[in-house]
């Protein structure tokens, strides 16, 4: 089952607070406020509906994620009101048992992250990478992995992409993938093909639309690299990625794609 970590009261039994030396921040709240307004917030119709679409029955993805039936607009703005809890409150926030709570802890980490100096942001980083167990739906991972992974990483070693790639964790191997995001949208595409490469022979639906889609913005920047890739690998890619990749592509080059047909006359004969 997809549960949170072992946790007493929502809250990892193995979290050291003392790993992340508190920065003062003015009116820092605790998380026992947060919890109470989030509950204030919940609504049962939007909760049953948003454990459908994420997948919450057994054996799916989500399986056992509870949900309070929030939307992502209002968490944002929580974001927002909440954005000086300090970081080990954040890392109770993110061991909650509620999805919505540990979307919000992402989203104020995303904030502190943008806004901290050097020193915090590798603490936000370590943060993250000890808890990618909490970080455990696609939306989690989407709306932080590029904004904290690729961000810290970005002209650093990238080795722990390569673990999180090969992890046997479903959600470790999405955030290695989607961390790109924060490279490719500065015109680097290197380390994205190195992990599509590797994901290439996954099993998982999740990860085949995270590479796709991945691939999709190498080509809105960069079509050449993208086909080059493509015209490589496009037979043995899963269908879903093959799918999402070549979305925008023009419907006849689409078809050839699906198909199997591609000719090199049919390539842009500048892709090399």
């Not at 993110?94 to 979307?103: I, V």
């Not at 915090?120 to 455990?136: F, G, W």
């Not at 959600?171 to 961390?179: F, L, P, S, V």
């Not at 199997?260 to 842009?268: C, F, P, Q, R």
Request: hydrophobic share 40%.
């Amino acid at each position: 089952m997809n549960h949170p970590p072992t946790a007493v009261g929502g809250i990892l039994r193995d979290f050291d607070a003392s790993a992340y030396k508190r920065v003062p921040r003015p009116n820092a709240m605790k998380v026992a406020e947060i919890t109470r307004e989030l509950s204030s917030l919940a609504d049962s119709g939007t909760a049953s509906f948003l454990q459908r679409f994420f997948k919450t029955g057994p054996g799916e993805y989500g399986d056992g994620d509870l949900f309070r039936g929030i939307r992502v607009p209002v968490l944002r703005k929580l974001a927002k009101k909440y954005q000086h809890l300090s970081l080990p409150e954040i890392a109770k926030l993110l061991h909650s048992f509620h999805h919505e709570d540990r979307l919000l802890a992402l989203l104020i980490l995303v904030r502190t992250y943008s806004s901290g100096d050097d020193a915090v942001k590798e603490k936000i980083h370590q943060l993250y990478l000890r808890n990618t167990r909490s970080i455990n739906n696609w939306d989690l991972v989407d709306a932080s992995a590029p904004q904290i992974v690729g961000a810290f990483l970005w002209e650093k070693d990238h080795a722990v992409l390569d673990r999180l790639a090969r992890s046997s964790d479903l959600w470790e191997r999405r955030i290695a993938i989607m961390a790109t995001f924060h490279f490719i949208k500065r015109g680097e595409f290197t380390k994205t093909l190195q992990l599509a490469e590797i994901l290439l022979p996954d099993r998982e639906d999740l990860i085949h639309k995270a590479v796709g889609w991945m691939l999709r913005e190498v080509g809105n920047r960069n079509l050449k690299v993208e086909e080059r890739f493509l015209r490589k690998h496009y037979k043995q890619m899963p269908r879903v990625m093959l799918r999402y990749a070549i979305e925008k592509f023009p419907e006849p080059k689409r078809q050839q794609y699906l198909k199997g047909t591609l000719s090199k006359a049919h390539v842009n004969p500048d892709v090399s």
